[in-house]
């Protein structure tokens, strides 16, 4: 199974582009690793924002490929059952998994219902830009968890 990470704009500070990378790199030793960014759209109204996102994100998508929306509205998770949806798509034999996190007004309603499902990673407000940095993290801790090592205590 391959794995995309999926973004709405570009990564902006180094320090948070090297985490990306650095977690990136650690995940590439479990699944293939890949991670794409669409532009973001500026100067409308937030749901022409959204709406112009989403046809650049599914634009972005394989077809066939299975999608997680990342999103504060969705379903929260503990790390080991994050793993277990990651374990459970890789074990389904899908080909590819795309996680994707919106702009800074999230995803449009034609987007949301093209995906699988959503996940929380907190009931907290992130700026996107952090987001990736966090779900970076928790998709190595998943894959670590997957392979029963020390990372996750």
């Known amino acids: 199974m391959r794995l995309r990470l999926l973004w709405v704009g570009k990564s902006q500070e180094e320090w948070l582009k090297e985490g990306i990378e650095e977690y990136r790199r650690r995940i590439g030793r479990y699944f293939p690793v890949e991670i794409g960014e669409v532009r973001e759209e500026k100067g409308a109204e937030a749901e022409a924002m959204r709406l112009k ?86 998709i190595y801790r998943g894959c670590t968890i997957l392979n029963n090592e020390q990372y996750h205590h």
């Open 53 to 138: 996102e989403g046809e650049r994100l599914e634009k972005a998508l394989s077809k066939g490929s299975r999608l997680i929306l990342l999103d504060e509205r969705g379903e929260e998770c503990t790390s080991p059952q994050f793993a277990g949806i990651i374990g459970r798509y890789r074990d389904s034999g899908t080909q590819e998994l795309v996680f994707a996190i919106g702009g800074a007004y999230g995803f449009s309603e034609p987007f949301r219902g093209r995906a699988d499902r959503t996940v929380a990673l907190s009931r907290m407000t992130f700026t996107h830009q952090m987001v990736r940095l966090f779900l970076a993290e928790q």
